[in-house]
């Protein structure tokens, strides 16, 4: 998929975006503005239930490709490209060969989850893990996968003790790439979140190292969000500029929505939805299961975030129109919506994948309460789009708990082009939901981030006259109507949790 725009400058940055289902790449001018983009969708791999795997082949093709079409275009238009910056899917490991580049197994991704009984039987030692590194013991996160392939991939556990593999997330695995081997490094965002990372130190822990049992010397070197990660070389790419810009894709859109200060909140409404709070320069534990992670390292200074994460999104209406077949567009959703009334009665609790945060179910299942004769499409639509509203609202309620409260909401993601959803969500939230103009945020972060390190950019501050607003929801409902709404939601949270 392609889509041009007639440039409106002669430099530019490009900020490749290696995700979950796809690899895109943006071309950006220094107003934050889209000249050509390209995305490459690719395949996904589940060898067994539970198991899901990328082909790195795969995530790097995707990425070159998608690079070198929008390289190709800035080439043609006479516009210099600067600097790259990338952005990318979290927790998925890579474990490949130092010399040769050769992967020892498939990327195993984060929604993988062979590592849970390995998990579960350790819980003894989760609250260390989470003191160190802000995070919990679940197979979500890189390191109980990278001891998987050290301890099921023959041969692998051998040649790690003699240095011959090394271990990358996604950002480190294309730096590698792109730099044809001489740069093994990540950044601290990509770092917090592979369960090995002190966040407090800002350094890989021994003590987590020997606890799962994996070679120090296989970890990447641990860079700035904004920081020099050596040159393209040209036999990646035909392109020799610096790769100036690394933070995981949560992260980058964080800073692509300009959330700098504490009480910046943003979520992105995806296939699942990931929603930060920026609460400052001291990590914040969360009394609420939320996990505290690196929210970017700028210039010396690094900001934490709370983060909660909710599996399925989008993935709820994907379900709606693919799986039972009830809607015909996930755009339909809206108008099927409008033509409720707050009584409809209908309450789906979207456990589709386990519920993520604040329960942590990984056993949890989807469940719907409060279906009659008179139950049709448009309560299935409107009960999954009320869904991920609660489901926010259950997150910024624990992380106001836990630290700042949030300002406003800054949304992204695909869902978000929907304006009911917009809506519920301020109504639910009471705050105002802002909808930015560029909704390729986590793209535009990673751009910003580059940009600031070749000096586009002064600083943070200079960054937000760009921020241009498309569309500002601010709450409108009634209390009674509210709180009989999320009264209702609670009780039906409980039942799912009651019925595992
Ligand atoms: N108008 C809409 N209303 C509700 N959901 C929508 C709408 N448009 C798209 N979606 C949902 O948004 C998701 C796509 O968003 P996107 O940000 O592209 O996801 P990802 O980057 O995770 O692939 C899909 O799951 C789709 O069901
Ligand atoms: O690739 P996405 O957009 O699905 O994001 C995945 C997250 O980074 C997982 O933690």
Not at 292 to 313: K, N, P
Request: charged share 15%.
């Amino acid at each position: 998929m392609s889509n041009a725009k007639t440039p409106t400058t002669h430099q530019a940055i490009i900020a490749i975006d290696q995700g979950t289902t796809s690899s895109r790449a943006i071309l950006f001018n220094q107003h934050g503005e889209q000249l050509h983009s390209y995305q490459q969708e690719f395949t996904q791999h589940f060898p067994q239930s539970g198991w899901v795997e990328h082909d790195p082949q795969d995530i790097l093709n995707t990425s070159l490709i998608a690079t070198k079409t929008v390289m190709e275009y800035a080439q043609a238009n006479s516009i210099e490209v600067l600097a790259v910056g990338i952005t990318n899917q979290r927790e998925t490991t890579l474990v490949w060969h130092k010399e040769t580049g050769e992967p020892v197994y498939n990327a195993i991704v984060w929604q993988d989850r062979r590592t849970s009984a390995f998990c579960a039987e350790n819980q003894e030692y989760a609250e260390c893990i989470t003191a160190k590194t802000g995070l919990l013991l679940d197979p979500y996160f890189s390191a109980s996968k990278i001891a998987w392939i050290l301890n099921n991939v023959e041969g692998a556990r051998a040649q790690a003790d003699y240095g011959e593999l090394i271990f990358g997330t996604v950002d480190t695995f294309l730096i590698w790439h792109l730099t044809a081997g001489k740069v093994h490094a990540t950044d601290t965002t990509n770092a917090s979140r592979t369960n090995l990372f002190n966040i407090h130190t800002l350094d890989w822990d021994s003590e987590l190292l020997e606890w799962y049992d994996i070679p120090a010397k296989m970890l990447p070197e641990v860079k700035e969000s904004a920081d020099d990660y050596g040159m393209t070389s040209t036999t990646a790419l035909p392109l020799n500029v610096p790769i100036a810009g690394v933070a995981g894709d949560q992260q980058a859109a964080l800073f692509g929505q300009c959330c700098f200060t504490p009480g910046g909140f943003k979520a992105t409404y995806g296939t699942g939805c990931f929603a930060l709070l920026n609460t400052g320069t001291e990590p914040q534990k969360s009394n609420h299961q939320m996990l505290t992670t690196v929210g970017y390292t700028l210039h010396g200074e690094t900001y934490y975030a709370l983060e909660g994460s909710i599996f399925t999104a989008g993935a709820n209406i994907q379900w709606l129109r693919d799986g039972i077949k009830v809607i015909k567009s996930a755009s339909a959703t809206k108008a099927l919506a409008e033509s409720l009334e707050y009584d409809h009665g209908v309450v789906l609790v979207p456990g589709f994948a386990g519920l993520g945060a604040p329960h942590w179910e990984a056993d949890a299942r989807a469940a719907i309460y409060g279906m009659s004769r008179g139950t049709t499409e448009a309560h299935f639509a409107r009960a999954a789009l009320e869904a991920v509203c609660y489901q926010t609202y259950d997150l910024l309620t624990a992380m106001s708990a836990d630290s700042v409260s949030a300002e406003a909401v800054w949304v992204d993601g695909g869902m978000v082009g929907n304006d009911w959803l917009c809506q519920f969500l301020a109504d639910m939230l009471q705050v105002a939901v802002l909808r930015p103009k560029t909704m390729e945020s986590t793209a535009l972060g990673v751009m910003y981030l580059a940009g600031l390190q070749v000096g586009w950019y002064k600083d943070t501050q200079s960054l937000q006259q760009y921020k241009v607003v498309d569309k500002k929801f601010t709450p409108q409902l009634d209390d009674t109507t509210r709180s009989m709404l999320l009264t209702r939601w609670q009780k039906a949270v409980a039942a799912t949790l009651a019925f595992i």
